[in-house]
């Protein structure tokens, strides 16, 4: 049943669960993927949290206790959900040491609705670090224009961090660019910098998802034969551009000094298109020293019947950019699908947590103790 996931760990795949709930810590679901499923991390973000927390009798118990220390809804979802990523990292700490905390990590999202606010990104980041309190925590922070900088004040600070929500190639370089520089500054600040780590998070599916819809309309030959390209053909030139910057004199410099290289991380892998294969984004998506964060459909579709046959990035770069010049040819603008993408993510997250906020409220109000 794991063959097909213990290949893709030994092409260097790290394979994360894109999950997390209290049920999945408390039945020791989570501990049993990890045993059984060669799951070496996980990442949450708000919209998994708000599902968790909306569903069953888990939380009741800590709610009620918030309810009764009068604690406003935002504090009481961070209470919630770093109560979560830190036992998810309990559990996850010995794979964590037995791979030199570059896995058994456990991703937490600064609040979306700072995606551009820089500053206030700097001070929720530096929270959350001091909330967890276990070393194997990754703060995710959103490659938005105001990110960018607080990537590099975070990192610089020796915090270690997954940068969410990459669409573009050029926004990926200055992802890269935002985590030397965080490198450089912590360098200076005479930090340790073997403990700290980085993923960045290339999102892949709703890529697809966006270009398909406009090779659609303009419904030619030409138009559908490329649809189903654009996703792993920017991924792969995603992991071309990881291989010139970690190979830069720049960056050995930094190796020099301890340094770990950050990784690229496909997100968004679970499919769209029932049209498609349901382990398109895993198996199209393999080369050495990357992650590939999974919900739970897309790791047992894996498991069942994923074709791992070795890298399948190296030697498809050429490919990879004739087939999005093409649909460039077509007149669909990359820019302006990138764009749109992550204007609708940050948009998405931050629905998802107006969501959770709203639940969260409604579950304090119901367990609330009454007053005598």
Known sequence: M???????????VAIWLDDLSRKRITSGNLAELIDQQHVVGVTTNPSIFQKAISQGDGYDQQLAD???????????IRMITTADVRDAADILRPVFDATDGQDGRVSIEVDPRLANNTRA??????????????????????????GLPAITEVIGKGISVNVTLIFSLERYRGVMDAYLSGLEKAKAAGLDLSQIHSVASFFVSRVDTEIDKRLEKLGSDEAKALKGKAAVANARLAYQAYEEVFGSERWLALEKAGANKQRPLWASTGV???????????????????????????????????????????????????????IAALGISYDDVVQQLEDEGVEKFAAAWNELL???????????PSEV
């Not at 382990?279 to 074709?307: C, I, K, Q």
């Open 2 to 12: 794991t063959d097909a996931l213990k290949r893709l760990s030994d092409e260097g």
């Open 66 to 76: 918030l309810a009764a220390r009068k604690l406003t809804v935002d504090e009481a």
């Open 358 to 368: 709203d639940s969260t409220k409604a579950e304090l109000e119901r367990l609330a």
């Open 121 to 146: 990104t700097v001070a929720e980041a530096k929270q959350l670090a001091w909330l967890v309190d276990r070393p194997n925590t990754l703060i995710k922070i959103p490659a938005t224009p105001a």
């Open 272 to 326: 769209k298109d029932p049209a498609y294969p349901d382990t398109l984004y895993v198996t199209e998506l393999v080369a050495p020293n990357t992650v590939n964060t999974m919900p739970e459909a897309t790791l047992d579709a894996t498991a069942d019947h994923g074709e791992v046959t070795g890298d399948t990035v190296h030697g498809t770069y050429e490919q990879a950019k004739a087939e999005l010049d093409a």
